[in-house]
């Protein structure tokens, strides 16, 4: 499968039946065990993500931020009460949708903007790039690519997700495909480290600090980067 075909699975999925599935992750309804273990781990990484950026940019105020991926907003939202201005894109036209309406409902129409977008289609410069479970769907061969884009968007940091290789991950994913087909998470595409540290180098940062984050079914290696300036 080529990549625009790939991306266009994923659009079908996360603004159809993906949208459902994840709009409950992230939110508060009640979950099958396995995806109460996902809410749990993500719910993690976007806590260690708020604190290093509240240690990274201390007055953040008029500074801009791209959320890309924005799923329905959390990481949005929690930006934008921070004093970011906040762009916030995905491929999917519903999380972009439900982003756009948390912000109104939250009071923070004016600090967020949502659009629908192809990640690699968004442009600009911001002081802050996230991009959070969103490189773990794609394979290793467009990895650094796609890194390097955000990199390139961003003026001094970059932080985002991904997931690191291991046997015990790989086995993980092959268990995990004998569950019912409406309890399974989507592909991941795990990569490894060395992968990682070279991409960011070729993009001109430097990895500032990481943290693996594991709980049940989630899994993932949270990684903030800035430019070899800064």
């Known amino acids: ?3 625009t075909q790939h991306k266009a699975r994923l659009r079908h999925y996360f603004d159809g039946v993906g949208f459902a599935r994840w709009s409950a992750i992230y939110g508060d309804a ?37 959320d890309a991926g924005c799923g329905t907003g959390l990481f949005s939202l929690a930006l934008a009460r921070r004093g970011f201005q906040v762009s916030a894109a995905d491929l999917a036209p519903q999380m972009a949708a439900a982003t756009a309406a948390n912000a109104a ?9 949502a ?16 991009c959070f479970d969103v490189l773990i769907h794609y394979p290793s061969e467009t990895f650094s690519g796609m890194l390097a884009h955000l990199a390139s968007l961003s003026q001094g940091t970059l932080i985002f997700t991904y997931a690191p290789y291991s046997a ?19 592909d991941i595409k795990m990569i490894r480290d ?6 960011l180098e070729a993009s001109g940062m430097r990895l500032r600090r990481a943290k693996r984050v594991g709980k049940g079914f989630y899994h ?7 430019r070899f300036s800064s």
């Open 30 to 66: 009640e979950l099958s065990a396995v995806r109460k273990t996902i809410r749990a781990g993500h719910n993690v990484m976007l806590g260690t993500a708020e604190a290093w950026i509240a240690e990274s940019f201390p007055q953040p105020a008029g500074a801009t931020a791209l």
């Open 115 to 130: 659009w629908a977008a192809d990640l690699e289609e968004v442009h600009g410069s911001y002081n802050l790039v996230s």
């Open 220 to 226: 993932v290696m949270l990684v903030e980067a800035v």
């Open 1 to 3: 499968m080529d990549t």
């Open 168 to 186: 015990f991950l790989a086995a993980m994913h092959r268990i995990g495909a004998f569950f019912p087909r409406s309890q399974r998470r989507t």
């Open 194 to 199: 060395t992968q990682v540290r070279q991409a």
């Open 105 to 113: 409902a939250a009071g923070l129409s004016d600090r967020v903007s």
